[in-house]
């Protein structure tokens, strides 16, 4: 039996057992996550998700390489017409991709999505924005570490916290001296849609605060750029942490907004920049395991793409490589479907990813046209990391088999912590079990 098994099996048998079996403990759990505003987004999960030393440090050092390899694609394409066209950029995402940010990485916040197992590592996606989890994950990991049932694990079990926002504030005023920045405690606007700020947001806007620095929590009306200064009233902004999608800006502001323009003209450090966002797209790893780009990559580089990125092309009526043979795209998608999945290019709810395992060739079939009309990409299915856990729901215990998405956080391009996101297996569609979990490293006996 391996570390992490024996620990899970340990653990169960723990909270299945007096004195914690009446879930008392749990319901005090539930009740400080309230406090601490984390419900909308964490899962009713009673168990930590554990990471032996060696996945995690397997896990930190793949992030970094292929960190490295995607700000290099990215820096490649966006030199390159051709590559940049295989991206799919909007002409407004394509023109803001070309101002320089002031700053030399492309992400100063980002996550990869990744599967963990005893035996592989699977990074199938690359998020330029904070993950979940940043900073509600530094405090679920010490609400749950202080849990009755695991402080009595710890008797047995030593777990290590990872993670924390403080890697963030040393990436963000690193970013904010390159772009000419020269206050000690610059003043920080975290801007999205939402009105009074996402959960993430508005505790990374109050860590800081408590850190000295002036952060606010605002959405881009409320900004105001006059004089070559950006202001939120009366306050001047010296950073601005973007906390939206540039699609989705567009789709509401044009490009005279005072964001962009204070951005354009340099009156304001952006994180993360507007280019920031093609490695945000899926089409990305389309480029990333293609060896006809990856040709002159470092050779660390591309051991790390073709030991951990599944396979990804731009769904297209075209001829592609794939596993050094050439086959027609449309032609291969069809005939491996339940090997495969469909994912939109940008992140979108209203079209979720699509395995072909989960429906017949008709509805394959169909998905693959529309793939052709609307950027999608196509992927090689990595197996799924799963993992039964107990989960607290209508005052209970029960376990659920849940998939596992470990999340590791780049900070301009070096990893620090790593969250993880619970769903149910085989549910793409809403669950209330569906959330956020502490992740501890867990050290052995």
Known sequence: MSLVSEAIARYHKLIESEPYIDLAWAEALQERKKALRLNGSVSPVLRPHFLTNRDYTALEKAA????????????????????????????????????????SAFSVASHL???????????????????????????????????????EFRKKFKLKKIGGPRPLITALLKAYKEC?????????????????GTAELTLLAEYLAKEGFPAVVVTPEQLDYRNNVL??????????YRGFRLQDFLVRFD??????????ERAVCVVNS??????????????????????KFPAAEKKAIKDHVPWTRVVAAAKTTHKGSIVDLPEFAMKHRAKLV?????DTAEVPPLRGLDVDDLTWEKALRQAMRTPTVVQELPETTRSVFPMF?????????????????????????????????????????TGLAPTFVLEGK
């Open 64 to 103: 970094e390489t292929l960190a490295a390899a995607i700000e290099r694609v990215q820096r490649l394409a966006l030199e390159t017409p051709a590559l940049l066209g295989r991206v799919h950029l909007l002409p407004a995402e394509r023109m803001l991709a070309s101002s320089d940010p002031g700053y």
């Open 113 to 151: 999505h990744a599967n963990v197992s005893e035996t592989s590592l699977r990074v199938t996606g690359h998020s330029a924005a904070l993950a979940m989890g940043v900073v509600s994950g530094d405090q679920l990991a010490d609400l749950y570490y202080d849990a009755a049932p695991v402080k």
């Open 180 to 196: 000419g920045g020269k206050q000690k405690k610059p003043a920080i606007a975290f801007v999205e849609f939402h009105v009074g």
């Open 231 to 240: 202001r939120v009233g009366d306050q001047m902004i010296d950073i601005v």
């Open 255 to 264: 490009l005279n907004h005072a964001l962009v323009r204070a951005y354009k």
């Open 274 to 295: 507007f280019r920031s966002d093609i490695g945000s797209k899926k089409a990305i790893l389309d480029l990333l395991t293609d060896d006809t780009v990856t040709a």
């Open 342 to 346: 469909l994912k939109p290019n940008d």
């Open 393 to 433: 729901q209508f005052g209970g215990l029960m376990m659920k088999d849940m998939q596992v998405d470990t999340q590791p956080h780049l900070f301009a391009g070096s990893a620090h912590g790593a969250s993880t996101w619970l769903a149910v297996s085989g549910n793409s569609g809403f669950s209330t079990l």
